[in-house]
C-alpha cells in the first residue's frame, strides 16, 4: 500500500471490512448483472445460488461483502469470488440496496438469514449492523433498521442477505506481509471470530506462525506441523489445505494481507469461509487494474477531493501544523519531527515527483485548512530543483497574503536561488537546519 498515505488513513480508522466470495472453480470480480472481472486468469463463473458473499478488506481497494472501496479515489459497487481458493462457503441470497422487502423474499427462499452493512468499516456486528432475522417479517424490520445507519464514517445504503450458518468452532487463518522478516508469514488460530485483535494482544502464543521462503510454494502438508497439538480433528486436513490456497492467491494478487475470520466448522463438520479480508499492495496495483478498475470510493473531505483533483496527494488531520515538503519520506520525517517536538501536523501533503511544480496549488489548498495556525516548508532537491518550488510558493504567498507564520527549510538543487529568492521577496530567512525550523512552527502553533 502507499505507506505515505494510507498508514495515516490507518491511524485515523480501522481498516475497513470486505467481502469476497469463495467458489470451486474461478475467481471473479463482479460489478454488475452483466459485467465480471476475472481475478484468477480462468474463465469467470457466474455467481450461482450456492456462492457465499464472504467479508473481506483491503487497503488499496476495499471489498465490501456484496461492494469493493478502494481507499486511494476510483469507486464502483462490486462482488468478489475468490474461486480457485477451492474452498467451500455458506450460502448468500442477495444485496438489498433501499429495498427491504427483499430481505423477507431472501427468508422465503433460504430460511433464517443474517443481514449484514455493506460498508468498509470494521467492527460492523459490535455497531449493530450485522443481525439474523429468522422470520420475513424480522428480515423486513432488520433490514429497515440497519439501512440508513451510519458505522464509522459511512452511511448503510446497501445490505447482504445470506443465509445462516450453524457453527460448531470458528477458526482464523491469515497469510501476511512481515516486513521485520522480510517474508510472508502464515498465521492460524481456534480462536477466531471479531475479536481477533484482542486474542493477538491478550494471548499471542493462541496464534501459530509460519514464515514462507519467497521461492518456495507450500502445499498443504507443508503445514501440517503448524496445526500440531491443535486438536483439530477431521478439520486439520482442510485448514492445512485452505492455508496453501490462501498462499497461493496471496502471492498471486500481490497482496500484503489476505485473512480469513472466522474460518469456521458448521454443525456437519465441513470447514467454510464466512469473512475475509485482503490487503493489495498499492506498488502492484498496475498489475491488478481489473481488481483496481471496479472500486468504490472511501469518504473525502473537501480539501481531500480538491487535492485529488489537481493530481496532488493530500491527507487532512486534526493538527495545527501545516506541511508542505516534497517526496513522501521527506513529509512523513517532516510529520514525525512535529510530533516529536509536541506538535500535531494538520495534512500530509508531498509534492515530489511531477507534482513538484504544483507548489502554488499545493500551498493554497493546505491554508484552505482553518486549523492550520502555522506552516512548516520543508525542501530538499534532487531531481526536484527547489529553486522551481519555491517560486511557486512565493508567488501563491504573494497572492493568497496568509496571517499565519511560516518557516522555511530549503536543502539540495538550486537551493541557492531558492533561499535567496524566498529572502528577498518575502523578508523571511530559511533556517540552516530543518529540526530548527519545525520546532519554531510548533512553537507558533501553540
Known amino acids: 500500500m502507499y505507506s505515505t498515505i494510507d498508514s495515516f488513513r490507518t491511524s485515523l480508522s480501522a481498516l475497513a471490512l470486505a467481502a469476497c466470495v469463495l467458489q470451486l472453480t474461478s475467481t471473479t470480480v463482479r460489478a454488475d448483472a452483466t459485467k465480471e472481472v476475472d481475478i484468477t486468469g480462468d474463465s469467470p463463473l457466474v455467481i450461482t445460488s450456492g456462492v457465499s458473499f464472504l467479508p473481506i478488506s ?5 471489498v465490501l461483502d456484496g461492494g469493493f472501496n478502494v481507499i486511494d479515489r476510483a469507486k464502483l459497487s462490486s462482488r468478489v469470488k475468490i474461486a480457485d481458493l477451492d474452498l467451500r462457503t455458506h450460502a448468500g441470497v442477495m444485496e438489498l440496496q433501499w429495498r427491504v422487502t427483499e430481505a423477507a423474499q431472501a427468508v422465503c427462499a433460504i430460511g433464517p438469514v443474517v443481514i449484514k452493512a455493506q460498508v468498509a468499516a470494521g467492527k460492523r456486528g459490535k455497531a449493530g449492523g450485522i443481525k439474523p432475522a429468522d422470520t420475513p417479517e424480522e428480515a423486513e424490520r432488520v433490514a429497515a433498521a440497519i439501512l440508513g445507519m451510519s458505522i464509522g464514517e459511512y452511511k448503510v445504503e446497501r445490505v447482504l442477505v445470506e443465509e445462516q450458518a450453524n457453527i460448531a468452532h ?25 475479536d481477533i485483535e484482542e486474542v493477538a494482544a491478550a494471548t499471542p502464543d493462541a496464534i501459530r506462525r509460519q514464515h514462507v521462503d519467497l521461492d518456495v510454494e507450500p502445499g498443504a502438508v507443508d503445514f501440517v506441523s503448524m496445526l500440531a497439538g491443535l486438536q483439530l480433528g477431521d478439520a486439520q486436513a482442510s485448514v492445512a489445505d485452505i492455508l496453501s490456497r490462501l498462499y497461493a492467491a496471496y502471492r498471486r494478487r500481490d497482496a500484503e494481507l489476505l485473512e480469513i475470520n472466522p474460518l469456521a466448522q458448521l454443525a456437519d463438520r465441513r470447514v467454510v469461509a464466512l469473512d475475509c479480508k485482503f490487503v493489495l499492495d498499492d506498488a502492484a496495483a498496475y498489475r491488478q487494474e481489473d481488481i483496481v478498475s471496479v472500486a468504490a470510493p472511501a469518504p473525502m473531505t473537501a ?7 489537481n493530481g496532488l496527494k493530500f491527507i487532512q488531520l486534526d493538527g495545527n501544523v501545516g506541511v508542505l515538503a516534497n517526496g513522501a519520506g521527506l513529509t512523513m520525517t517532516t510529520m514525525d519531527v512535529i510530533r516529536h517536538f509536541g506538535g500535531r501536523p494538520a495534512n500530509f501533503l508531498e509534492i515530489g515527483g511531477e507534482a ?37 510558493v512565493v508567488k501563491a504567498w504573494q497572492e493568497l497574503k496568509p496571517a499565519i507564520p511560516v518557516f522555511f527549510s530549503i536543502h539540495g538543487t538550486g537551493e541557492d536561488e531558492a533561499i535567496a529568492l524566498v529572502r528577498a521577496r518575502l523578508g523571511i530567512e530559511p533556517y540552516d537546519l530543518m529540526e530548527d525550523a519545525i520546532q519554531a512552527a510548533v512553537r507558533a502553533a501553540q
Do not use: W
Open 58 to 62: 483491503v487497503n488499496h481497494v476495499t
Open 170 to 194: 470458528e477458526f482464523y487463518a491469515a497469510v501476511l506481509t512481515d516486513t521485520d522478516a522480510r517474508k510472508p508469514l502464515v498465521l492460524f488460530s481456534t480462536q477466531g471470530g471479531m
Open 303 to 309: 480539501l481531500e477531493q480538491r487535492g485529488a483533483e
Open 356 to 392: 513538484y511544480t504544483k507548489s502554488a496549488a499545493a500551498l493554497d489548498l493546505v491554508l484552505s485548512n482553518p486549523g492550520v495556525k502555522s506552516l512548516i516548508i520543508n525542501f530538499c532537491g534532487a531531481f526536484a530543483r527547489t529553486d522551481v518550488m519555491a517560486e511557486g
